[in-house]
């Protein structure tokens, strides 16, 4: 693996449990299902809109933006969460924010090595897998392995850097942007930036993945 950027975590607000804010989630969800005013299967319908659909959306119309405006990419590059705030994208998680930008020879990819920190401002609710342990250590130490499992295969020669999130850093990773898209409005830009590609274990849709 090269270029494996290791921060140090200080006053940390995860762990590899819960937090106070999940357990209670948790134990009212519970409780709901419980009391029969939650359905299981539909509660999981929700949850999964929020971590792949709604959420997600932020950061796709940051990356968007990117794309199509020089001057805003010069901003998030320069100050990430200040570029972001611009699009009204703010809030707890989405502090101290950093961009981290794929090119022809580097591919990005973020994890968060002792917990789960995740920009929930830009993302959405964090996907079960970026949690798990499994991810967090061989994201590190295997990032190759890790993106073929997503279904990303890089050309050898393209560097792959792993950033690790902190409680003072998060990343937004922001993908190529595909051939064949000039031209296109921030808006159908916006469908081709999926969670994954925001996290760097995938790749943004190409054209003909969407629809026109």
């Not at 924010?97 to 401002?121: A, F, G, I, Q």
């Given at each position: 693996m090269s270029g494996h950027d290791h921060h140090h975590h200080h006053d940390h607000e995860h762990d590899n449990h819960f937090t106070p804010i999940e357990a209670r989630v948790r134990a009212l969800e519970s409780l709901m299902v419980e009391k029969g005013y939650v359905d299981p299967a539909a509660l999981d319908v929700i949850i999964d809109t929020y971590e792949t659909k709604v959420g997600p959306r932020n950061g796709a119309r940051v990356v968007a933006k990117a794309w199509s405006d020089p001057a805003y990419a010069a901003r998030l590059k320069q100050d990430a969460t200040a570029a972001i705030a611009e699009l009204g994208y703010t809030g707890r998680q989405?502090?101290?924010?950093?961009?981290?930008?794929?090119?022809?020879?580097?591919?990005?990819?973020?994890?968060?090595?002792?917990?789960?920190?995740?920009?929930?401002?830009?993302?959405?609710?964090?996907?079960?897998?970026?949690?798990?342990?499994?991810?967090?250590?061989?994201?590190?130490?295997?990032?190759?392995?890790?993106?073929?499992?997503?279904?990303?295969?890089?050309p050898e020669a393209k560097r792959i850097r792993v950033w690790d999130s902190t409680a003072e850093i998060r990343y937004l990773v922001i993908p190529e942007r595909p051939a064949g898209t000039e031209g296109w409005s921030e808006e159908r830009l916006a469908d081709l930036v999926t969670r994954d590609a925001m996290i760097g274990t995938g790749l943004a849709r190409q054209p003909a993945e969407v629809a026109a």
């Open positions: 989405g502090e101290h924010m950093v961009s981290v930008w794929n090119t022809p020879d580097e591919h990005n990819m973020v994890v968060c090595t002792l917990c789960s920190c995740y920009p929930w401002s830009v993302l959405g609710l964090p996907p079960v897998w970026y949690k798990s342990p499994p991810y967090r250590s061989r994201a590190v130490i295997d990032p190759r392995g890790v993106l073929a499992e997503f279904g990303v295969t890089l």
